[in-house]
């Protein structure tokens, strides 16, 4: 079991910026895959980013440019800085964790563990 803790969520207007964290704990190992999801009301759930263990990054389309994966392994912490933000990044966003490093990339399927999200909302 991995127990994932997200915070940074918040209100910001748009342009501004905010850096999400996602404490993980429990049955860590050294190879895996951590990703930041985001889902806003009526959308479906969408892959923002996600790092392996040896740093390899995956972001999704719409974010490349300005948000930015980023981990402190010594603080089992995954954070997603996120700026020039806009109001259509407006949703939860859920940090997740996978066992295996193959393929690494910010897809629901490649997760085995999720957290329960922190709200970003965004004003124009």
């Known amino acids: 079991q991995v127990q994932l803790v997200e915070s940074g969520g918040g209100s910001v207007q748009a342009g501004g910026s905010l850096r999400l964290s996602c404490v993980a704990s429990g049955n860590m190992y050294n190879m895996y895959c951590m990703g930041w999801f985001r889902e806003a009301p009526g959308k479906k759930r969408e892959g923002v980013a996600a790092?392996?263990?040896?740093?390899?990054?995956v972001y999704a389309d719409s974010v490349k440019g300005r948000f930015t994966i980023s981990q402190d392994s010594a603080k089992n912490t995954v954070y997603l800085q996120m700026n020039n933000l806009k109001p259509e990044d407006s949703a939860k966003y859920y940090c997740?964790?996978?066992?295996?490093?193959?393929?690494?990339?910010?897809?629901?399927?490649?997760?085995?563990?999720w957290g329960k999200g922190t709200l970003v909302t965004i004003s124009s």
């Open positions: 790092i392996d263990n040896d740093g390899r990054t």
């Open positions: 997740a964790h996978g066992y295996s490093d193959y393929d690494c990339r910010p897809a629901s399927n490649a997760m085995d563990y």
